[in-house]
């Protein structure tokens, strides 16, 4: 059982925005910046929001996320085919003395 | 452009040690603003962050790993590894290294490797 809740799946059509929630703690997402990574079958994860809201460079600017108390949420607006892939969410943990990362268990989106 | 490529056994018999060494690229594993990160992603299940090392060798862990894992760092080589003891059928996973921007940080992990799969069987 993963630390950080997502709900195992979302859809939506061409066009349309989708909300992925990550619900957490005070000792994780509550104290910590979230992270979310996007991983299509067969390939490694790869860092889609960092340090709560900010985008990597060469990641599109429907992908959006904020965080409020603790819970964080990521948007994809103008849902794409190739956005079709699984979403995870991530945080430090600081609820044992040796702070460790702690990832959701994903949110597979499917295109309609 | 940096580039990690993980590399290991395959196949580990209950009970052995599994052994990863991750190659680093592009960047130096002396390079002070990270650490190298270790994660695990078994079959249909979200990532399980299980280490990290800094150039200094200092590592940090995740609890329930703890008492099985040691990882180590090769300056010389540009590459980390992970040892992971008495390794059982729930470690069978596919084992992944990347970068981390700092203990703490909200920089997270990036880039990752391609990842090598592991099957612990008999």
């Known amino acids: 059982q993963s630390v950080l809740t997502q709900p195992p799946s979302a859809s939506g059509t061409p066009g349309q925005k989708i909300l992925i929630s990550c619900s957490g703690r005070?000792?994780?997402?509550?104290?910590?910046?979230v992270n979310w990574y996007q991983q299509v079958p067969g390939t490694a994860p790869k860092l889609l929001i960092y340090?709560?809201?900010e985008r990597p460079s060469g990641v599109p600017d429907r992908f959006s996320a904020s965080k409020s108390g603790t819970s964080a949420s990521l948007a994809i607006s103008g849902l794409q085919p190739e956005d079709e892939a699984d979403y995870y969410c991530?945080?430090?943990?600081?609820?044992?003395?040796?702070?460790?990362?702690?990832f959701g268990g994903g949110t597979r989106v499917t295109v309609l | 452009q940096v580039r990690l490529l993980e590399s290991g056994p395959g196949l580990v018999k209950p009970s052995e040690t599994l052994s990863l060494t991750c190659t680093v690229s592009?960047?130096?594993?002396?390079?002070?603003?990270?650490?190298w990160a270790w994660i695990r992603q078994s079959p249909g299940k979200g990532p399980e962050w299980i280490a990290i090392?800094?150039?200094?060798?200092?590592?940090y862990y995740n609890p329930s790993l703890k008492s099985r894992a040691t990882m180590s760092i090769d300056t010389s080589k540009n590459e980390f590894s992970l040892k992971l003891r008495s390794v059982t059928a729930t470690d069978t996973a596919v084992y992944y290294c990347?970068?981390?921007?700092?203990?703490?940080?909200?920089?997270?992990?990036?880039?990752w490797g391609p990842g090598t799969p592991v099957s612990v069987s008999s």
């Open positions: 990347a970068r981390q921007a700092g203990r703490f940080s909200g920089a997270g992990l990036d880039p």
């Open positions: 592009g960047a130096s594993v002396t390079d002070g603003d990270y650490f």
């Open positions: 090392v800094y150039r200094d060798g200092g590592t």
């Open positions: 005070d000792s994780d997402i509550g104290s910590n910046a």
């Open positions: 340090n709560d809201d």
């Open positions: 991530s945080t430090w943990d600081d609820s044992v003395s040796d702070s460790y990362v702690v």
